[in-house]
């Protein structure tokens, strides 16, 4: 008995020892949930959240919200939080220092408070998960137009809520976003309100085809480009012919696409191909306004570079004039000329390989 006692003594001491001797780092951890900061109402009423800005996972080093930084070509950037319509936005702004107002707190903010710029806006929507938002591929000011990018407001990084292709807020989602644009923007910045562009990438295309382009597309008159993602309208599109005449629309995809979005792109680009024809629109009108392309392959979802997904988005961004210009050549690098008209085009998919690690759709 004795002899046992000691042997059971001895294996749970050196189970402590092994437990003491591994680093803290090699023991399992829950994932930690996006944290939420307090705010300071700001003159305008709106919300400012102070602090540290939230993560998805595996996005290291963001910058905390409210902090200015220096864009790659040199502009500043400045991080904000606002509340609208009762939910956090967070956003960033790149733009060259005498562009920020006075009041935003930019050293060499030269405009005054909503005032028009001469230049207009690119507006991104990131993913699912929030990788672009931080990432912030659009931060170059590029064929007249200044970046910003918008962050889901929800602990997923979302938009639009819910999952897979069921956007459960989208519409509150879509309203906050034109809120940000048409009433909170210029009090940081000076820019042309007639002159704003959208890019959507994966979860973010689904926000801006199933929502915003619907509801507010003909507000806008400009164009959206829908990488890796699209949805059909879900809800109603408000001054039809106005909207489906004025906004150009590029669905950019790769051939191994997520299985999900493979038939939900096409259904899309017939959906807004239907409401072009309805408008009066003839095949040579469509092809003007409504293009696609998904020659890639190797990539996978939104891998435009055949190498993987942060890199394809960032090529699609460089391009962004070549594609969305008005007088753009589509040429996107190392793809060739992607303003191939919807019309009489039909996508050519693949299956795609395994679980794909920027997959947008298995997140919950």
């Known amino acids: 008995m004795s002899k046992m006692f000691q042997s059971w003594t001895g294996v749970l001491s050196f189970i402590l020892f092994l437990l003491l001797a591994l680093p803290a780092d090699a023991l399992p951890k829950k994932a930690k949930a996006a944290t939420k900061g307090t705010g300071a109402t700001t003159g305008t009423g709106a919300t400012t959240n102070t602090n540290t800005a939230a993560t998805a996972g595996g996005v290291a080093g963001a910058a905390a919200a409210g902090a200015i930084t220096q864009a790659t070509d040199g502009s500043t950037i400045l991080d904000k939080t606002v509340q609208i319509n009762g939910l956090p936005i967070r956003y960033k702004i790149s733009a060259p220092a005498d562009q920020f107002t006075t009041t935003s707190g930019v050293t060499g903010g030269a405009a005054a408070a909503n005032s028009t710029g001469a230049a207009g ?3 991104l929507l990131h993913g699912d998960g929030g990788q672009s938002f931080f990432d912030f591929p659009n931060q170059a000011v590029q064929n007249n137009l200044m970046g910003v990018v918008v962050l889901a407001p929800n602990k997923n990084m979302f938009w639009g809520g819910g999952s897979g292709l069921q956007r459960t807020d989208g519409v509150a989602h879509a309203a906050a976003v034109n809120s940000l644009i048409q009433d909170q923007l210029s009090q940081d910045v000076a820019f042309d309100k007639t002159n704003v562009f959208f890019t959507g990438v994966s979860g973010g295309s689904l926000l801006l085809s199933g929502f915003f382009v619907p509801a507010f597309g003909a507000t806008y008159k400009t164009g959206v480009e829908l990488n890796c993602g ?14 489906i005449t004025s906004m150009k629309i590029h669905f950019q995809s790769t051939q191994d696409e997520l299985a999900l979005l493979q038939p939900a792109i096409p259904a899309a680009i017939t959906a807004y191909q239907k409401l072009a024809t309805t408008a009066g629109l003839d095949a040579a009108g469509i092809g003007a306004l409504q293009t696609a392309d998904n020659t890639p392959v190797g990539g996978g979802h939104c891998g435009f570079d055949q190498k993987g ?4 988005v960032q090529l699609m961004a460089t391009n962004y004039a070549n594609v969305m210009g008005a007088n753009g050549n589509g040429q996107v690098t190392g793809i060739g000329n992607v ?6 085009t039909t996508l050519k998919f ?12 298995d997140m919950v």
């Open 350 to 361: 693949v299956a795609a390989k395994g679980a794909q690690r920027r997959s947008p759709f």
């Open 339 to 344: 303003l191939t008209s919807t019309v009489g």
């Open 230 to 243: 699209g949805l059909t309208p879900q809800v109603p599109v408000v001054d039809a012919n106005t909207m």
């Open 309 to 312: 997904f942060v890199s394809g």
């Open 121 to 123: 806006l690119n507006v």
